[in-house]
């Protein structure tokens, strides 16, 4: 069975510019959350969906968004690129809200 | 809020068992996990434990978890080089929306 699929690998990015990640969960699993981990803060909840829902939401700014799609495939977009934004964004997917969650290889995300 | 902990070095000698702790705040928990994640590696789940669940022994890895304390430890047998990387504690299904994770161990072995 697959694995999650998280695609792009590597983004180089402006302040300013936005960006859309995307990822693919494992088979048959519809709940996908994102995280982002940061050397200063760790890994951070961002957001988890269910069945094209956002079910949970971390406390990150309006910036960042998401959506599922009808295959539980997700797609992350972060507007008006700060700095700060820089790090690695994993998604992760289970089975159900709150399940145990099965990552992927990250996207990692520069912003110069 | 809610809150996990970890010592953020660990080393042993290859061979010996290695014990990387975790305490957590949230007493709503319903599952908490091991992470284990390599350089520029995704992060792998090693194991979890249900909150009603005292220990959970899977090969090398044993979990104890101690609810009254919520206190977690994940102990590696027969500890090998392949072993080296960041072990992350995280819990879930409780007050807070997705998995809290601590910071990380680094588990260093000593030839």
């Known amino acids: 069975k697959a694995g999650v699929t998280q695609t792009p690998r590597y983004l180089i990015k402006t302040r300013g510019q936005q960006v859309t990640l995307s990822c693919s969960p494992i088979?048959?699993?519809?709940?996908v959350s994102w995280y982002q981990q940061t050397p200063g803060q760790g890994l951070q909840f961002l957001f988890e969906y269910f069945s094209e829902t956002q079910r949970n939401k971390g406390n990150f700014p309006g910036r960042f968004s998401g959506r599922q799609f009808s295959n539980s495939r997700s797609e992350m977009n972060v507007s008006t690129l700060e700095l700060g934004d820089s790090a690695l964004y994993f998604c992760a997917s289970s089975l159900r809200v709150n399940g145990e969650a099965f990552f992927g290889q990250g996207t990692r995300l520069t912003v110069v | 809020g809610e809150d996990v902990e970890q010592s953020l070095f660990l080393s042993v000698r290859e061979g010996d068992s290695s014990v990387i702790n975790c305490t957590y705040t949230d007493s709503s928990s319903t599952y908490l996990y091991w992470y284990k994640q390599e350089p520029g590696a995704g992060l792998q789940l090693l194991t979890y434990i249900f909150s009603n669940m005292d220990m959970k022994q899977d090969q090398r890895l044993t979990v104890l978890l101690n609810k009254k304390d919520k206190h977690l430890s994940l102990r590696i047998a027969d500890t090998q080089t392949g072993d080296s990387a960041i072990y992350f504690c995280a819990e879930g299904g409780g007050g807070a929306d997705g998995l809290t994770f601590g910071k990380g161990t680094h588990l260093i072995i000593q030839p």
């Open positions: 088979s048959g699993h519809r709940s």
